[in-house]
Each structure stands twice: as structure tokens, then as C-alpha cells.
């Protein structure tokens, strides 16, 4: 197991082309890194606040490349506001979860370049040699487009289209090969046609009273009540789930899985569930063909 290198709460904001951010920590490891095989890919940030967030997990990414591992970053953005496709906020009345930058009043900046590649890896879901990666608009559409081509046809990338509009890990996750933990029915309907034959657990709508009140902090909330879906896949029969959560871990439980609770209170505070902040770097299956 390893730990990044924790950031001072002294640290000085950063700064781009034209902007400046207070720096996050890297508590939420999986949205900014994506593994397949023996790759790390950094990938390009859609938060400024977030664009040197991977910096603190380079000593471990030094160490993974000292032991053979290919470390790969997407081309970043600039960030500047003509950066960002406003399209999905302008398209839709509510967002479905995943962080974008709040861009009101888009100026023009002298270091434009138009709309730049911006994409999570928590939008991607690995299956093997399969990626699924939910496209909202065009910065993740450059994203995706960048991802086809350096990965070749080693893999098969499958785009989705606006299931949310950014991350996916409260909508979908793989818990075994054939078995997919969704929000909801309709979501095989978005789903790539080899996929939306594999099993659908569905579990109970979020228990409003298992989630902390913040009384006039609501503002502080990060995350949907979904976040809770955000279970962990240890192996094929054993699941991470949140202590608070016993509707979705009898769900599980009754399809056969043996179910782990695990305490996680303030997880709309902390923006993340156990997949959000974990990075696993080895994992078995990794090279299958499951849609073969």
C-alpha cells in the first residue's frame, strides 16, 4: 500500500495562463490517474484546482516506472475559460455527478486555444482489455479520441454517451465479469450492445437518513446521494460497502456476494467513495477479452 505526499495546508495557490487556483490534496486518487496494463496515464484535469494533483503521487509513479512501468500524461489543458464545452450545463437541467469547473461567464483570455482535451479517468470503466468512457461533450470527446489512438488495438475503447456529465462511478461499476452494480435500469440502455446482456443489480434508492446534516454547509456537499454506489470489488466475490448503506449491502448479499461495511460518514464532504480513493495498480483479469 502506498500514501501520497500529503499537501500543507500553507501551500501557496497555483497558478496557469491566466488563472489561479487553491490546490486540492490527493485524496481522490482515481479521478486524475488511469491504469491499464502496465500503463499509468495522468489524466488531463478539468478543475484547475486539481491541475497538479497528480504531482504528489510522483514518487510512487517514479517507483512503478524504475520497475518497468510505462508513465504516460495526456496533453493538459490550458484551462482558460474558452477552454471548457459548456454545452452539457446549457443541454440539461441537473447534473448526474462528476466535478467540472464552474465557468458563469466565460471571458476571452490572449492564451485561447478553443476547446482543449479534458477527461477523468473516473469516466472510464475497465473491463480487461475493454474501456467504457462516458462522453458529455466535446473536451471529453478530444479525450477519448486521444485515448483510441495511444492505446491502438491492444484495446477496445467504447464511447457512452452523456450517462452523466463526467464521472460514472455513481452510475456503473463491474463487480465481476457477466455482473454490473447500476443507479438504475435504464442504464443498460447506455450501455455498449455486448455489455447490456450481462447482469443488472439494481439496489434501493439512497436512505436520506443515513447521510450526515450539515445544517447551513450544504454548500460543502460534493456529491450526489448515489455516492454510496461507489462500492469496492475486492475479488469476485467480495465487496467494500458502506456501513450506512444496508439496503445495498442486502441487495448484494441476496445476489450471492460477500459483503464487507466499511465506516465512511462524511463521504458527500469528502467528495469520494472506496473506488474514488484507491488506485489499484495490479489487478487480475486485466488482460481479458470479456466481450470476445
Keep these: 500500500m502506498h500514501r501520497p505526499i500529503p499537501l500543507p495546508p500553507d501551500t501557496a495557490r497555483i497558478a496557469g495562463l491566466g488563472w ?3 490546490p486540492t ?3 481522490n486518487l482515481r479521478d ?3 491504469i491499464v496494463g502496465d500503463q499509468i496515464i495522468e489524466t488531463p484535469p478539468a478543475i484547475r484546482s486539481r491541475y497538479l494533483e497528480t504531482q504528489l503521487l510522483h514518487r510512487i509513479f517514479r517507483a512503478y516506472q524504475d520497475a518497468g512501468a510505462r508513465w504516460t500524461v495526456m496533453p493538459r489543458p490550458t484551462l482558460t475559460d474558452l477552454s471548457f464545452d459548456l454545452s452539457y450545463a446549457r443541454d440539461t437541467a441537473t447534473t448526474l455527478g462528476g466535478p467540472t469547473e464552474p465557468i458563469d461567464d466565460p471571458r476571452p483570455s490572449p492564451y485561447d486555444v478553443g476547446l482543449e482535451m479534458m477527461l477523468d479517468g473516473a ?6 482489455r475493454d474501456l467504457v468512457v462516458n462522453v458529455a461533450q466535446d473536451n471529453h470527446e478530444q479525450g477519448l479520441r486521444w485515448l483510441q489512438r495511444h492505446l491502438g488495438h491492444d484495446y477496445r475503447v467504447h464511447r457512452v454517451w452523456r450517462m452523466a456529465d463526467n464521472h460514472i462511478d455513481s ?3 463491474a463487480l465481476k465479469p457477466g455482473v454490473f452494480l447500476a443507479r438504475h435500469d435504464g442504464i443498460r440502455d447506455l450501455m455498449p450492445e455486448p455489455l447490456r446482456s450481462w447482469r443488472y443489480i439494481v439496489p434501493p ?3 436520506p437518513g ?3 446534516v450539515y445544517d447551513d454547509d450544504e454548500d460543502l456537499v460534493l456529491t450526489s446521494p448515489y455516492i454510496d454506489l461507489n462500492v469496492l470489488s475486492v475479488d469476485e466475490h467480495t465487496v467494500l460497502v458502506n456501513q450506512e448503506c444496508t439496503g445495498l ?3 448484494l448479499e441476496t445476489a450471492g456476494f460477500d459483503v464487507v461495511p466499511v465506516r465512511h460518514r462524511h463521504r458527500r464532504l469528502f467528495g469520494g467513495g472506496f473506488p474514488c480513493f484507491t488506485l489499484d495498480t495490479h489487478r487480475d483479469g486485466e488482460l481479458e477479452d470479456y466481450l470476445s
Excluded at 123 to 128: A, C, E, M, S, T
Design 171 to 173: 452510475m456503473i461499476l
Design 205 to 207: 434508492e439512497p436512505d
Design 249 to 251: 449491502a442486502k441487495t
Design 20 to 22: 489561479q487556483a487553491a
Design 25 to 27: 490534496p490527493a485524496l
Design 32 to 34: 486524475n490517474t488511469l
Design 123 to 128: 469516466q472510464v470503466l475497465r473491463l480487461g
Design 210 to 212: 443515513a447521510f450526515p
